[in-house]
DNA sequence: TATCGTATGTAATATCATAACATGTCAAGC
DNA sequence: GCTTGACATGTTATGATATTACATACGATA
């Protein structure tokens, strides 16, 4: 019952309680789920958990992996789906340089997220971006663009790699 | 020697004057490389000429076939190689949502550009993102984070594209 | 209980990317 | 001129990521 303090590789750079931020987004899209007459069904969930639980991003093979281990389909097309689902429903991002996805820390909060990963730890911090969106809206606007999905991500050194390599 | 103009599938979604961006790009490109001690190669400069000419965003085994037929090498590498080139260098860059290149249509003036990809036509606009830039590199000081690099990219329709599917 | 839409599973394959190593080219220094 | 070292190009082989096509199961509902 000890909460799980990290303070290396994980979705924020900062130390904070695991248990707690990952119960809570598993409460959450189970709630919009429900709301929504979404199913979360036991593959997506375990999908859900298990990027949830590793607190990084994850390629699909390393959930597949996982999956395949508790008694789930042994084949990509398996845990590509349930990604796809957690992606849609707004659960989880996907990383397009990483060729992996992460839990959402807020889903069902409006929020438009960019993705600052550290080359040196891997880790993968999602920030509130409502600025960025907007601007990214206002070049679309400008030249008759319709945005229907984005991605932002930034590559380059978290606080805590760039005070080591110093 | 007359112009080509082209309205489909075009790094911009307007009407232009495909030769002339092409060879204003060619030809700046020239001199960075030239200033800088750049080595602008013969797969190097055809890479880029093949982007250019191409005018739209190309797989690295797309790249790959026309350099074989010409004589360069037949294996994957031989593009990727010169394609990390010109991305290095500012004359190319990569679109990660695509698995793609597409040349820069600016390059050595200062930019951060942003990519719009239209989802029906799959052209990509290349704009200037200053603003977006800007708002990005501020979230990343929130949270002490020193970005190297940048992906802004958004999927969607093209106005021409928005209005055929009307 | 028949049917339809959706979800899950598999096999096979397509697509994208890199590691490791051999050869060629060219300029700097002896 | 030759050697050396840095870099570029090429190859083989393999690894990593993702999708297509099809079979089976499940659940709601008519």
């Given at each position: 019952m000890s909460p799980n303090f990290t303070?290396?590789?994980?979705?924020?750079f900062e130390r904070h309680d695991h248990a707690h931020c990952a119960g809570s987004a598993m409460a959450r899209a189970e709630a919009l789920s429900e709301a929504k007459g979404a199913r979360l069904t036991p593959v997506r969930r375990r999908t859900l958990e298990i990027l949830l639980e590793s607190h990084r991003a994850l390629g699909a093979y390393d959930v597949l992996e996982k999956l395949a281990e508790e008694g789930f389909g042994k084949q990509p097309p398996v845990a590509y789906r349930a990604l796809e689902f957690l992606v849609e429903q707004g659960f989880a991002h996907r990383i397009r340089r990483l060729n992996a996805f992460t839990a959402c820390m807020n889903p069902g909060t409006a929020h438009r997220p960019a993705f600052f990963i550290c080359r040196s730890c891997s880790a993968v911090a999602e920030a509130q971006a409502e600025a960025v969106r907007t601007a990214m809206d206002r070049a679309a606007e400008e030249i008759g663009f319709a945005i229907e999905r984005v991605n932002l991500e930034a590559l380059g050194l978290c606080h805590a790699c760039a005070e080591a390599a110093e």
């Open positions: 303070a290396d590789a994980g979705l924020a």
